[in-house]
Structures are given as C-alpha cells and as structure tokens.
C-alpha cells in the first residue's frame, strides 16, 4: 500500500477516492462496522459559503460546486438565511465583503425582504444576508458514493478495524489493528471527533475534542413552510424546514469536551427560550423526540481544521467544527494533492496547518454555529 487511510466518514472517503485517483494504492481502515458512523451519520448536512476566513469560504464553495454534480449527494439548495444583530453588523458586513471578493454569490437583505423567506421578530436586528448557493445535502450519499469510486480505482475499505498504534519505522507506518498488521509510507488520519484519542495511540498531542450537539425536530407542522436554514446570529439559535417538519437546533457553550451520548433534554428549555423570542411560530408547534438526534462536533482551539503533515509521512484532516460535511469534497482532492504532489496547489492550505498552535497563529472565523 502507499496511504493508509483512518476513517470512512464523508472526509475519509473523500480522500480516498482521490488518492485513488492519482495512482496511489490506498486502504481505509474503520473502526465501525460500516461508513458514516461518527460526526458524517449524524450531520444536519448543511451546507454554505457564508464564513468569514478566506479558506472555510473557498473550501466550502468548492465542496458545493462539486456536490451538485453528484446525484447520490442529493444537494438541495435551500439557502442560508443570517439574522444579523446591530453588535454584529460591522463584522458580518466585513464577512460579506470577503465572500464577494472571492465570487461567491451571496446577497444582503433588508428585514422585510428576509421575513418574505421565514417570519420573525425584528427587535435589535440591522440586516439578514442570504446565500442562494448555500443549502443541504445526504451525507450518507456522498460517502456511500466516494468510497465506490475509491474502490473501483483499486482502493480497499477494511471495516471494523480500529487502529490500536502506529509506529514510523524504516520509512514507512506500521500500523496495528485487532485484526492485523498494515505497513505504508503514508498514514493520513480523517478520524473526526476520535482524532485526539487516536493521536494518542501515536505518542502525539493532536488538539481535536469532541462535543455533543443536539438537534431537535418538530412533528409535521399545521400550514406549509419551506424555510431556509436560518440562524440567529444574536443567540446562535437555528432551524430549517425538512419536509413537514422543522429542524432546530442551538450549540451549548456551557458544556464540555468529552464522548457525552444520549440526547440532552434540560438544554431545551434554553434552546426554546432563544428560538420563541426570534420566531414566535415556533410555539404552535409540538416537539417530536424521537426524531430527535445528536452527535460530535470535532472542535479546535480555534474552531478551524487541522489539514497537513505532523511528522514525516504522516497527515491530518480533522477538527472541521462542525464543517467536515461542507468541505469534504476539496479537502479530499487537497489532501491528495499533498501526499502525490508534496504539497496542495489547488488552495493555500497554510492558514490550517497543524503546527500553527504552537506558533500562536489562532484563526478567528466568525460564522461558527
């Protein structure tokens, strides 16, 4: 083998097809007995350009561009609707002017034209922007989809095969699974929420958590709607139509790091509190909890990935924050321009290098949800 690959979810897969692509003989080794088990299976598969860091806004279009063209992805282009408050409307216009300077399509609108897409309280708002790019796709579709094309370039996917340890050793990993031993001069780790523990299993500090996140459904709601995904910049409270119902949603900052599982039903009070202030709707609705869902945010210290080498022949692709669905594809293709070409030329990939926590180059992206 020349890659192993550590992970099948979305960014995983995505790596791996392109890997493949290129010629490299590449295994996907899995913990779970199947693809898309982690962070990828329980995504709300948004997707969207609004960012304010120049990377997350072109790792995100690029990614969408893709996505369009793949079926099995089922990209909906719904839009995202930001609710931008009076405290936040110097930073968000600044945002705005990145997002436009990179072409990305993305409009500001006055209160009254965003309450012609979801209605809502005005109170302490200054302006809504809209990205008509932006919206939602199947990230159990996208998966399914790389890892077919990575296999039938030659790629093996190996399931159920956690990695114990790794050692570099005469030029190449050898790696450690309960169910054998693999050996290649490159291991690329797309380990998601378990990069941390994994990096461990290495003898290396890689500084990617895990965080619980909670999504909450509403049952079929009484009138229609077709709502974008709309957040609430003043709160952080977000939501968005599926089918007859509406998602909603609001990350705890209170709670932390740590493999937490289960749903967390005293946040909703507050998840509640913040949405009926914004939507008033909201409160003609009655909450379905089972289908209801959770899972991982794989966070940084600054909210931004972790892509690029750590040591010599090893690479990491972790930590998205929440984004790993929405860049997977250009990451895929980024991370196989670093391992067959010694360094990505599609994109500047410095800005997310691994090693700038140690140089004390935080990255402040401003649209984390």
């Known amino acids: 083998m020349d890659v192993l690959v550590v992970g099948a979810g979305i960014v995983g897969a995505a790596c791996a097809f392109r890997l493949a692509e290129r010629g490299l003989r590449v295994l996907v080794l899995e913990k779970e007995a199947t693809f898309a088990q982690g962070s990828t299976g329980r995504s709300a598969g948004g997707v969207r350009v609004q960012f304010s860091e120049p990377l997350n806004i072109l790792l995100s279009y690029r990614s969408i561009l893709e996505y369009r063209e793949i079926p099995e992805a089922a990209y909906r282009p719904i839009g995202y609707l930001f609710l931008v408050p009076e405290a936040l409307a110097e930073a968000q216009e600044e945002a705005l002017r990145t997002q436009r300077s990179l072409g990305v399509p993305v409009r500001k609108l006055s209160l009254a034209e965003a309450k012609d897409l979801v209605p809502f309280r005005e109170e302490g708002l200054a302006y809504a922007t809209f990205g008509p790019l932006d919206g939602v796709m199947d ?77 909450f459904a509403t049952a079929p709601a009484p009138f229609p709607h077709a709502f974008p995904l709309t957040i609430d910049l003043s709160t952080g409270f977000y939501l968005r139509s599926e089918g007859e119902r509406v998602l909603l949603g609001r990350s705890n900052p209170g709670e932390p ?70 860049q997977a594809a250009m ?28 140089q004390g180059r935080l990255l402040r992206e401003q649209g984390i949800v």
């Open 139 to 215: 990230p159990h579709g996208a998966t399914a989809y790389y890892l077919r094309q990575a296999v039938r370039l030659g790629a093996e996917v190996r399931f159920a095969e956690p990695l114990l340890g790794a050692r570099r050793e005469g030029g190449v990993w050898r790696v450690e699974t309960p169910k054998g031993r693999y050996e290649a001069p490159y291991l690329l780790l797309c380990t998601g929420a378990w990069t941390g523990e994994v990096g461990r299993r290495l003898g290396l500090e890689l500084p990617v958590w895990p965080v619980r996140r909670m999504l």
């Open 257 to 326: 790091p740590g493999f937490r599982e289960g749903m967390d039903w005293t946040w909703l009070e507050q998840v509640l509190e913040a949405g009926l202030a914004r939507f008033p709707f909201l409160g003609s609705l009655a909450l379905d909890r089972r289908a209801s869902w959770w899972g991982y945010y794989e966070v940084t210290p600054d909210h931004n990935p972790l892509l690029g080498p750590v040591e010599e022949g090893l690479w990491v692709a972790a930590g998205f924050s929440g984004h790993g669905v929405q």
């Open 331 to 358: 990451v895929g293709r980024l991370m196989a321009e670093e391992v067959a070409l010694g360094g990505a030329k599609s994109l500047d990939l410095s800005p997310f290098r691994p090693d700038r926590f140690r």
